[in-house]
């Protein structure tokens, strides 16, 4: 290594403090301020925190005048960097599978404000959509404009819940086409050879088995036994690269010794979608595998690390929000699938953390009510953002868990 080299990090690590105090840092720098006041703790899910999120992502929508939902809102920015600031642009993977959250919503509510802003999020999807089928990876703007897989499931997903409340024809012929183009990407395997996005590692994932589940609801849909086999293909190549603790290879974007939690989450979801969509026991037997191995890992604050090794050591000391969020909500559903206690508990704690930073209001409220990349707030994933796919499943396991309390009482 070249000796200059820790001088250089050092010197980047001090103008990177000094950062802070730039006058455009200022909203990242009270979230901050507020995260050192406090002490992690556990706080139960209500109400207000499922409003509090639904509200931050119709600030959202709104802020991006298209009828998708911004990526984001981004506090402060690494040095030497010309990453936007503010409301990012509308992201068609996350508004994809965004569309399911704000109906449940609604009907949970019975605001159909929101029945019209899931319509216009369709739409959006829709006028977006590539020749190939395929949507593209990135945010609205992004280069190059190529179709990617996953992005491609993501959306299906809003697709088709979209065309069972309307049904409107050009709703699901946007679905089947996006169903062809994934397709046309996979080989006999289960892998997809082709579509990779261009803002991550190419190759395949084992997350894509989230795919695999879009497609399973596809071929269901529409009696087409096509998209049925290859989710069940996609399923099967998620299962091979999982090991015996439950930790599964080949999931991360760019790093697959010490994939994300979110990553993490998205393996779940699509395993434990697919055992119930497609009755797979070793799906579903899968995710009790890796859930079971987590549970001892949930601190009992709630917090749990963000990127995780092979053999179940933390690889970081924060923790991505998205994937507490989302992980606990898988714990929820199998706790309502088996009703062993332990899952959850493990849910609660995980979600009552997330609650717990949703409750950390600066008073900024492009801020306040959505749920950040990491904790704390400088953590490396989505680093001084507010994320709308980590505020996305904050809210779908907030009504996991009222929904569970509500049968309780």
Same mark, same amino acid.
């Given at each position: 290594?070249?000796?200059?080299?820790?001088?250089?990090?050092?010197?980047?690590?001090?103008?990177?403090?000094?950062?802070?105090?730039?006058?455009?840092?200022?909203?990242?720098?009270?979230?901050?301020?507020?995260?050192?006041?406090?002490?992690?703790?556990?706080?139960?899910?209500?109400?207000?925190?499922?409003?509090?999120?639904?509200?931050?992502?119709?600030?959202?929508?709104?802020?991006?005048?298209?009828?998708?939902?911004?990526?984001?809102?981004?506090?402060?920015?690494?040095?030497?960097?010309?990453?936007?600031?503010?409301?990012?642009?509308?992201?068609?993977?996350?508004?994809?599978?965004?569309?399911?959250?704000?109906?449940?919503?609604?009907?949970?509510?019975?605001?159909?404000?929101?029945?019209?802003?899931?319509?216009?999020?369709?739409?959006?999807?829709?006028?977006?959509?590539?020749?190939?089928?395929?949507?593209?990876?990135?945010?609205?703007?992004?280069?190059?404009?190529?179709?990617?897989?996953?992005?491609?499931?993501?959306?299906?997903?809003?697709?088709?819940?979209?065309?069972?409340?309307?049904?409107?024809?050009?709703? #699901?012929? /946007?679905?089947?086409?996006? @169903? $062809?183009?994934?397709? %046309?990407?996979?080989?006999? *395997?289960?892998?997809?050879? &082709?579509?990779?996005?261009?803002?991550?590692?190419?190759?395949?994932?084992?997350?894509?088995?989230?795919?695999?589940?879009?497609?399973?609801?596809?071929?269901?849909?529409?009696?087409?036994?096509?998209?049925?086999?290859?989710?069940?293909?996609?399923?099967?190549?998620?299962?091979?690269?999982?090991?015996?603790?439950?930790?599964?290879?080949?999931?991360?974007?760019?790093?697959?010794?010490?994939?994300?939690?979110?990553?993490?989450?998205?393996? #779940?979801? /699509?395993?434990?979608?697919? @055992? $119930?969509?497609?009755? %797979?026991?070793?799906?579903? *037997?899968?995710?009790?595998? &890796?859930?079971?191995?987590?549970?001892?890992?949930?601190?009992?604050?709630?917090?749990?690390?963000?990127?995780?090794?092979?053999?179940?050591?933390?690889?970081?000391?924060?923790?991505?929000?998205?994937?507490?969020?989302?992980?606990?909500?898988?714990?929820?559903?199998?706790?309502?699938?088996?009703?062993?206690?332990?899952?959850?508990?493990?849910?609660?704690?995980?979600?009552?953390?997330?609650?717990?930073?949703?409750?950390?209001?600066?008073?900024?409220?492009?801020?306040?009510?959505?749920?950040?990349?990491?904790?704390?707030?400088?953590?490396?994933?989505?680093?001084?953002?507010?994320?709308?796919?980590?505020?996305?499943?904050?809210?779908?396991?907030?009504?996991?868990?009222?929904?569970?309390?509500?049968?309780?009482?």
């Amino acid at each position: 290594m070249n000796q200059l080299d820790p001088l250089k990090r050092t010197a980047r690590a001090v103008l990177e403090r000094a950062s802070a105090y730039a006058p455009a840092h200022n909203d990242a720098r009270k979230v901050i301020r507020i995260e050192k006041r406090t002490t992690p703790r556990i706080v139960e899910p209500s109400r207000p925190h499922l409003d509090a999120a639904i509200n931050w992502l119709k600030k959202a929508q709104d802020s991006s005048g298209t009828g998708g939902v911004a990526w984001g809102y981004r506090a402060r920015r690494p040095i030497r960097s010309d990453l936007a600031m503010g409301w990012i642009a509308p992201y068609p993977e996350t508004t994809g599978y965004i569309i399911p959250t704000i109906f449940r919503y609604a009907d949970t509510t019975g605001d159909e404000e929101y029945i019209d802003r899931a319509h216009r999020m369709t739409v959006w999807e829709l006028s977006i959509q590539l020749a190939d089928g395929g949507f593209q990876g990135g945010v609205l703007g992004s280069s190059p404009v190529t179709s990617s897989t996953f992005v491609t499931g993501q959306v299906i997903f809003g697709l088709l819940a979209a065309y069972e409340r309307f049904r409107e024809s050009k709703i #699901l012929d /946007g679905a089947v086409r996006a @169903g $062809e183009f994934l397709l %046309r990407c996979m080989d006999e *395997e289960g892998r997809f050879v &082709t579509g990779y996005s261009h803002f991550c590692a190419p190759g395949m994932k084992a997350y894509e088995v989230r795919t695999g589940l879009a497609l399973a609801k596809l071929g269901d849909l529409i009696g087409d036994q096509r998209f049925r086999a290859a989710a069940s293909r996609i399923a099967d190549y998620a299962l091979n690269v999982q090991q015996s603790n439950g930790w599964f290879g080949e999931n991360d974007l760019d790093m697959h010794d010490c994939p994300l939690t979110h990553t993490i989450g998205y393996v #779940l979801e /699509g395993l434990s979608g697919i @055992g $119930e969509q497609m009755k %797979r026991s070793d799906c579903t *037997e899968a995710v009790r595998r &890796t859930l079971d191995s987590i549970i001892p890992l949930i601190r009992t604050d709630g917090f749990f690390a963000g990127r995780w090794r092979s053999n179940w050591t933390a690889s970081v000391n924060w923790a991505c929000l998205t994937g507490s969020a989302q992980i606990a909500g898988i714990f929820l559903r199998m706790y309502a699938l088996t009703s062993e206690r332990d899952y959850f508990d493990a849910g609660r704690r995980l979600l009552g953390f997330v609650c717990f930073t949703s409750d950390l209001n600066v008073g900024v409220p492009t801020i306040d009510g959505g749920i950040r990349g990491s904790y704390p707030f400088g953590g490396t994933y989505g680093q001084w953002c507010i994320l709308n796919w980590a505020t996305k499943f904050f809210a779908d396991s907030v009504m996991d868990y009222l929904e569970i309390q509500t049968l309780q009482t």
